[in-house]
């Protein structure tokens, strides 16, 4: 079982930008897609962005599109969500996740590991 550890959230300003990082330690899936949820208060868990194993394809959610990019460097372990023009919207607490597949996924039920996830609040 991989373990998975956000870190990098806080607060923000509208329009602002934020940086998002998880450490995987544990067996590493580098070839497997690994995505970013949120979970704002009294609400359901929402995709954000999911790239595959080899970073090669990514899928974002629409209100982040443009605005936001997750990467991965597998030679590190570590995946990584870029939020940049931040509007109040986006205040939720952000879960990294990894899929025991190859295929990327909006669809949480299908991730198989989850970190304990990071805060971001963005003040208007």
């Known amino acids: 079982q991989v373990q998975l550890v956000e870190s990098g959230g806080g607060l923000a300003q509208t329009g602002g930008s934020l940086k998002l990082s998880c450490a995987a330690s544990?067996?590493?899936?580098?070839?497997?897609?690994m995505a970013w949820f949120r979970q704002g208060s009294g609400k359901e868990r929402e995709f954000v962005a999911a790239i595959s194993g080899n970073g090669y394809a990514t899928y974002y959610e629409e209100s982040v599109k443009f605005r936001f990019g997750i990467s991965r460097d597998n030679a590190k372990n570590m995946l990584y969500l870029q939020m940049n023009r931040l509007k109040p919207e986006d205040t939720a607490v952000y879960y990294c996740a990894q899929k025991n597949a190859h295929a990327i996924s909006d669809d949480y039920t299908q991730y198989d590991s989850w970190g304990q996830g990071t805060q971001v609040t963005v003040s208007s």
């Open positions: 544990g067996p590493s899936y580098s070839n497997f897609a």
